[in-house]
């Protein structure tokens, strides 16, 4: 259709269409420019962590984390730990024997690494390569021993999601945005 111009007309569904476009477009840059400004007015400041002394060890960090394993690792305080004959987050309640075997390892991935140190005692530490983030050591380092096992976010894994899938997953809300220049919360009890 064209008027007396020679004009292509304009019909309502193009001028629908053109409406939405424009709309769209408009609605897109506020979008964008609304994620700016709250990344310029303190997101971006700050990164995701895990308070451990809200944590109640319920799995969900290995689960629910975009990243495959988990950016929530076990953590070992040394200076609350020292040295063990028996640790608690190594050993099953259940095992039948004290040995490496790992059917008397809490560890479902075999991330603890037992090193003997002075008979009798061995240093544990965490291989976070190997660790999901499952919890079941600090849970059995908290239940028997002086709970120096402890999880946290780490940054060098964690891509700071804006909606962190694990946090409104976390029953107890131990998930919270921390200043980035401090992102590590450490151990309190």
């Known amino acids: 259709m064209t008027d007396r111009d020679d004009k292509p007309k304009l019909t309502r569904r193009e001028l629908l269409r053109r409406g939405l476009q424009a709309g769209g477009v408009v609605v897109l840059a506020g979008g964008t420019a609304g994620l700016i400004s709250e990344a310029v007015a303190g ?3 700050t990164v995701w962590q895990l308070d451990p002394d809200k944590c109640v060890k319920c799995g969900n960090c290995a689960t629910r984390c975009v990243l495959d394993p988990s950016a929530v ?11 063990c004959e028996l640790c608690t987050g190594y050993f099953d309640p259940k095992a039948t024997e004290l040995t490496t075997a790992a059917e008397n390892q809490l560890c479902p991935t075999g991330a603890i690494v037992r090193t003997f140190k002075k008979d009798p005692y061995y240093e544990y530490s965490i291989d976070e390569e190997l660790c999901i983030g499952c919890g079941k050591c600090v ?5 028997f ?4 096992l402890f999880l946290q976010v780490r940054h060098d894994r964690c891509v700071n999601c804006n909606k962190c899938t694990i946090a409104p997953a976390c029953p107890a809300d131990a998930f919270r945005r921390v200043p980035a220049d401090q992102p590590y919360l450490l151990k309190t009890r």
């Open 43 to 45: 997101k971006g400041d």
């Open 145 to 148: 021993g002086n709970g120096s």
């Open 73 to 83: 690792k076990a953590v070992h305080a040394y200076e609350i730990c020292g040295y």
């Open 139 to 143: 849970d059995g380092c908290e239940r």
